[in-house]
């Protein structure tokens, strides 16, 4: 008998990521690889990058040369946003076999098998403005949820971002589509689905069909028991969005928002799509309906021209709109966007200081969220990572849950009564109710 080829794989990133990592390891372990943890010698690494910040990408090299230190021999893949923008740095790093693009991800399976030695690295691409077929994507292997792709790409263009480059333009597959594969989650004993894309929100550019509607049908999926909208632009929140998610019986009051500025002269620097009267309108309306929600805003601090009393305004509006948490992020050139020759750049110690702030503020607003919590109950889903003694879960507005482990509990909704925060910060309950 064969013995199985050894195949890891190593996701940088967003949740689309993630979503589609999980999709090309079915098809290695479908046509008999085995997987095993990324720390461990394989015969091939897969690594699905990330290109959005100078960060990501130095995270990513750093990756893919120390996979090649670990298992000289393996076959490297280098796939993601870095793959496609910047496919020949990537060929170049010693070690890597395969580099594949936006358009050429479904194929690394054919590609890896074609390879009998290492050699030069092999580059597979196409222009981005070539990109309209759309990888289908959702994670199976968590007992408790599930990342569903169900757009792609994006038409925005904002001044700082090189996803359009990286990903295409905004695309999707049919409502009907995305149904039938929430089906196969539900098929396999997943609770919770998580709906990602690049701009979520614009689902239907392609098909002509409406993001509310694809929302509506999910909910009749049987076996699906919470919904959570990974990330959605404000100008796309609108109103009938979050009055069906407040009256939904699936879709938790949980919103991750990006706001970016908090002050209109960078927001119309940024060519982002709103201002902070739009955005405080959509934070004002999920709190009318549901003011116990979990709302996650990202901030990109230190982008060029932001003065100091720019910064302050967006501090300020950040305390005014009271959200659960703050995504920070300081901001870095990227080849070829319209702020990568912006006059005006922040020094780094400038946006270190901002960003520290900021994270102060976050704690503080956290901290309070959880705090206003205390004594309420929340229908907790609990995970089956072990923590010592402990396991733990998310509540509906995404608070996370720590209770003494208990096996029976893994991959159940819980009634839990909030009882403390714990010293690293999450919270902590008595058991109410459990959903078998």
Do not use: W
């Amino acid at each position: 008998m064969n013995k199985k080829r050894k195949i890891a794989f190593c996701t940088l990133g967003c949740k689309l990521n993630f979503s589609e990592t999980s999709m090309l390891a079915r098809k290695f372990l479908e046509n008999d690889f085995e997987r095993v943890p990324p720390n461990q010698i394989a015969d091939v690494y897969v690594v699905n990058t990330c290109s959005v910040t100078e960060n990501a990408d130095k995270k990513c090299r750093q990756l893919l040369r120390k996979l090649a230190k670990q298992a000289p021999q393996a076959i490297i893949v280098a796939t993601g946003c870095y793959a496609q923008l910047k496919p020949q740095e990537l060929a170049e790093i010693e070690g890597v076999d395969i580099v594949a693009g936006a358009d050429m991800k479904g194929n690394i399976f054919e590609y890896v098998n074609s390879i009998s030695e290492k050699k030069k690295a092999k580059i597979f691409s196409c222009e981005i403005n070539e990109t309209s077929s759309f990888f289908k994507a959702f994670s199976l292997g968590d007992r408790t949820r599930s990342f569903l792709k169900v757009q792609d790409g994006c038409d925005y263009n904002c001044a700082y971002c090189t996803i359009p480059m990286a990903r295409g333009k905004s695309r999707n597959i049919s409502i009907e589509e995305v149904c039938n594969e929430a089906k196969i989650i539900a098929d396999s004993g997943v609770k919770e689905i998580i709906i990602t894309g690049v701009n979520t929100g614009d689902f239907g550019r392609t098909t002509g069909e409406l993001f509310i509607d694809l929302l509506k049908n999910l909910e009749k999926i049987e076996g699906i028991e919470r919904y959570r909208i990974s990330s959605i632009e404000p100008n796309l929140l609108t109103a009938e969005i979050i009055e069906f998610v407040q009256n939904s019986t699936k879709f938790l009051p949980h919103f991750h928002i990006p706001l970016q500025s908090g002050c209109d002269k960078i927001l119309a620097l940024m060519r982002r799509r709103y201002n902070t009267k739009l955005f405080a309108q959509r934070i004002n309306n999920i709190y009318q309906l549901m003011p116990n929600a979990f709302i996650g805003i990202d901030v990109i601090v230190g982008f060029p021209n932001e003065t100091d009393d720019d910064f302050v305004t967006t501090y300020n509006f950040l305390q005014e709109i009271n959200p659960a948490f703050i995504h920070i992020f300081p901001y870095s050139d990227r080849a070829n966007t319209a702020t990568s020759t912006m006059q005006g750049k922040i020094a780094n110690h400038i946006k270190t200081e901002r960003v520290n702030k900021l994270k102060d503020l976050c704690e503080t607003l956290h901290r309070n969220f959880y705090k206003n919590n205390i004594g309420k109950k929340a229908n907790v889903l609990f995970e089956g990572a072990r923590h010592g003694e402990m396991m733990s879960g998310f509540s509906e507005n995404y608070i996370k849950i720590e209770i003494p482990y208990q096996k029976d509990l893994v991959g159940k909704i819980v009634e839990i009564e909030i009882t403390a925060i714990v010293e690293n910060g999450n919270a902590t309950g008595i058991i109410k109710n459990c959903k078998l």
